[in-house]
Nanobody, 121 residues
């Protein structure tokens, strides 16, 4: 499965962006969004199961970000609201063969290329 992330850009603090991650084929995998800021390790942002009924979020984004998926379009989304300068990072989508949402990058099997989100103060 190949993943293509898009939707990044420059936004002012308090603004919103929606990221998309399109898969090259139908997948029932658990999907996740990660981010990596300059000089920092890649960190988990959010994950979602196949049905969309189960989600998990990093504490730093709870209440601001929403992960969702449209299986008919083979696409996973990350709606980001109330953005802060500390949300600035390259955002990656990834898929895992684990049967539950996991948060370690090493547990994900395939990755998209990343899309840059820059939040200005």
């Amino acid at each position: 499965v190949q993943l293509q992330a898009s939707g990044g850009g420059l936004v002012q603090a308090g603004g919103s962006l929606r990221l998309s991650c399109a898969a090259s084929e139908r997948t029932t995998s658990i999907m996740g969004w990660f981010r990596q800021a300059p000089g920092k390790e890649r960190e988990f942002v959010a994950g979602i199961n196949w049905s969309g009924r189960s989600t998990n979020y990093a504490e730093s984004v709870k209440g601001r970000f929403t992960i969702s998926r449209d299986n008919a379009k083979n696409t996973v989304y990350l709606q980001m609201n109330s953005l802060k300068p500390e949300d600035t990072a390259v955002y990656y989508c990834a898929g895992t063969r684990y049967l539950s949402i996991v948060s370690m990058p090493r547990d994900y099997d395939y990755w998209g290329q990343g899309t840059l989100v820059t939040v200005s103060s």
